[in-house]
């Protein structure tokens, strides 16, 4: 989802309009190092808690075991680490010019073939309308799919985006942040504080605070991921980006907040961006559309 301005006799209006942008094509696997540009956590998080947050996106995959939170809990990593597949919510909240817009979406992901199934709500009036009606989206490799669309798009027909062409790696474009580039964006996090435990519908968790490099996390991700994050960093106005992050005791995250910002016409727009990750190991299946069934017309602006 990009966010765009527009004006209105009340002003600028940050109104939120469907497009979308990359899912990751390669496995996961940002290191636990660094190499050269490592980074380092402060005396409060320690190294334990930048690997354990940098590690969460492999772990997600299932490419490394959740050794990351579990160093720091004491205990070893059990065969249930492996995350797989997992039940999605998410939440994408704007604001620009005193005006605050949220999306929410919701369905299953898997993080091993980086595909994924969910429907995308907008507000009322997010786009000068009372009612609109959900968006299907089909996350997968290098396009998104949309249904609902937009005007003029025929009801039965989906919409194809190539997401390799766009500047925000799916951190903000679409109203959704792709479950895995949220969590590979992890892998650029320089700093990290440790916050303590927390209760995340009913599992315990441990919290972690810090902000992540766009640029860093490019070269970290795994190599499909590294072209898609790295034109992120062109997009944003600041390419450090404040998260929360949640893992459980077995090091899988549970639930990520980034804090995005760019400049656009007009007032500087600020997106939060919330995933939350449950129900680990949930079938998912994703059914792409044929040729026949996506639409290559011209779609009107709302």
Not at 210 to 230: K, N, Q
Not at 263 to 290: I, M, Q, Y
Request: proline residues 4%.
């Amino acid at each position: 989802m990009v966010v765009q301005q527009h004006r209105s006799k009340g002003g600028a209006r940050a109104v939120c309009a469907l497009a979308v942008v990359g899912v990751m094509a390669a496995t996961a696997g940002c290191s636990a190092g660094g190499g050269g540009d490592r980074a380092v956590a402060d005396e409060r998080g320690g190294t334990d808690s930048l690997d354990a947050v940098r590690r969460a996106a492999a772990v997600l995959a299932g490419t490394v075991s959740g050794t990351g939170t579990a160093a720091v809990a004491g205990t070893a990593p059990d065969s249930g680490t492996v995350a797989g597949t997992a039940e999605v919510r998410t939440s994408m909240e704007t604001a620009a010019g005193g005006t605050r817009v949220t999306i929410r979406g919701r369905g299953t992901y898997d993080f091993r073939t980086r595909t994924g199934r969910l429907v995308v709500v907008l507000p009322k009036d997010a786009a000068g309308e009372d009612e609109h009606r959900p968006i299907t989206e089909l996350l997968a490799p290098g396009a998104l799919y949309m249904k609902n669309r937009g005007a003029g798009v025929p009801s039965d027909k989906w919409v194809r985006v190539d997401t390799t062409a766009l500047e925000d790696g799916n951190l903000v474009t679409g109203g959704v942040t792709d479950p895995m580039a949220a969590a590979e964006l992890l892998c650029g996090a320089r700093q990290v504080t440790y916050e303590g435990k927390t209760e995340l519908a009913g599992v315990v968790v441990r919290h972690y605070r810090g902000t992540a490099d766009i640029g860093l996390a490019a070269r970290e991700a795994a190599p499909g991921s590294r072209g898609v994050l790295a034109a992120a960093a062109k997009g944003f106005s600041k390419v450090t980006v404040p998260f929360d992050a949640y893992l459980d005791e077995q090091g899988r995250l549970r639930k990520v907040r980034h804090r995005f910002s760019f400049a656009n016409e007009g007032p500087a727009v600020e997106v939060v961006s919330t995933t939350l990750l449950f129900g680990f190991g949930v079938p998912v299946s994703v059914r792409l559309p044929d040729g026949p069934d996506i639409y290559t017309g011209q779609i009107r602006q709302r």
